[in-house]
Nanobody
Framework: QVELREAGGGSVQAGESTSVSCKVSGAAVRDICMGWFRRAPGEGREAVATINKYKNTYYAGSVEGRFTISIDNGKNTLYLQMNNLSAEDTGLYYC???????????????WGQGTQVTVSA
């Protein structure tokens, strides 16, 4: 059974940076598709960044150039570095795991508990 445990996030000011991490157990990050989803207040979950087992990455248009997704195979951990944050980036950030794909909710078979990122204008 795959388990995902997020850490990081918190409250920052607009223009600042923060990062979140996701420790994976029950699977090797190099063998699966991993992603970060965001649920903004009053909205559903949407993928902001994903990386598949071929190391192909996907970024939502609103975060491209500001967010960077990466994995550390030795630590079996997924990361998301978020720079130049704005209030629109506020939300619950979920770590997610899929098999071949992981850019839409139906692809996901395991979710983390979510970690809050709040950006103040």
């Amino acid at each position: 059974q795959v388990e995902l445990r997020e850490a990081g996030g918190g409250s920052v000011q607009a223009g600042e940076s923060t990062s979140v991490s996701c420790k994976v157990s029950g699977a090797a990050v190099r063998d699966i598709c991993m992603g970060w989803f965001r649920r903004a207040p009053g909205e559903g979950r949407e993928a902001v960044a994903t990386i598949n087992k071929y190391k192909n990455t996907y970024y939502a248009g609103s975060v491209e150039g500001r967010f960077t997704i990466s994995i550390d195979n030795g630590k079996n951990t997924l990361y998301l570095q978020m720079n130049n944050l704005s209030a629109e980036d506020t939300g619950l950030y979920y770590c997610a795991a899929g098999n071949m794909g992981c850019t839409v909710v139906p692809d996901i078979y395991a979710w983390g508990q979510g970690t809050q990122v709040t950006v103040s204008a």
